[in-house]
């Protein structure tokens, strides 16, 4: 046999080779996306109430109420559940920026508050990079792997490490705003005519973030004075903001389908993530 055929032969069979470790890594990709969901919805329980009523914004901030009106009917049902897909664009950059585009899908349980973000981001042609991002029955997780197989890093856990994730399930709220009621745990506390402050509190951790809303009452930012920023290998904890934008009404409620999320750095902010909403459906109290 020549050369020639002795390297088209290797060649095929590296090919097949790569492609039966990109499958196998995907299959073992998808498994570990399955049982966190599997825990996420083992976790879940139900809602104190079943039904949106507007009677229980008596007493609330000004420009929440305004929120909510905007956004949901009386009488509709708690969303229990969401599942989200997105794309955009994630930077990887620490210092200089370093943008890459990423698809995902996320999973939502309102209660016990919880999600899995499943992520893909193409680092080169036919190399991926599978991130997961979760918070699952009070315990955080962030798990980068290079085609679902080689792991980068893993930090999981509680502490510091679920209080971010937890502090994500909060912020992103906009997507299922019925989450964000008092009748479902929710405390708000004024700020002025266009903000207002929201604690949540799950398990041992208990979350404040700053919220605040357009001249329409919709949604626009929410802030946290500290979240922890990995820089060189330490977590710092920084100022973090999402900006919330181009709402439309799905399925009866007002939300957002793009949005952005930044740390607020002394030199300037430094956006991360940036992305749309391709699809989004809910699970609804019965």
């Known amino acids: ?82 599942t989200l897909q997105h794309s955009g664009r994630f930077n990887l950059g620490e210092t200089a920026d370093r943008w890459v585009p990423f698809t995902s899908q996320q999973r939502e349980v309102t209660r016990r508050p919880g999600f899995v973000w499943d992520a893909r981001m193409p680092m080169a042609p036919g190399l991926v990079v599978h991130v997961h991002d979760a918070y699952v029955d009070g315990e955080g997780l962030l798990r980068p792997a290079i085609a679902g197989l080689l792991t980068l890093t893993e930090m999981r856990g509680g502490g510091d490490i679920a209080a971010g994730e937890l502090m994500r399930f909060f912020a992103e709220a906009a997507w299922y705003p019925t989450a964000l009621l008092p009748s479902q745990g929710v405390r708000w506390q004024a700020v002025d005519d266009r903000s207002a402050r929201a604690t949540l509190a799950d398990g041992p951790l208990t979350l404040t973030l700053h919220f605040g809303f357009g001249t329409d009452g919709l949604m626009t930012t929410v802030r946290a004075e500290s979240r922890g920023r990995t820089v060189a290998g330490r977590v710092v904890p920084t100022p973090w903001e999402g900006r919330w934008s181009g709402h439309q009404r799905l399925h009866g409620m007002v939300v957002p389908t793009r949005g952005e999320v930044a740390w607020l750095l002394p030199e300037g902010d430094k956006p991360y993530w940036r992305g749309t909403v391709t699809a989004l459906d809910f699970d609804w109290a019965r």
């Open 1 to 82: 046999m020549s050369r020639w055929h002795w390297a088209v032969v290797f060649l095929l069979v590296a090919a097949t080779t790569l492609a039966a470790l990109w499958a196998w890594g995907r299959a073992r990709w998808d498994g570990l996306t399955r049982e966190l969901e599997a825990r996420l919805l083992a976790a879940r329980q139900p809602p104190p109430v079943t039904h949106y009523r507007e009677s229980e914004l008596d007493g609330l901030p000004p420009p929440v109420q305004r929120y909510f009106r905007a956004v949901l009917r009386d009488g509709q049902p708690i969303v229990t559940g969401a």
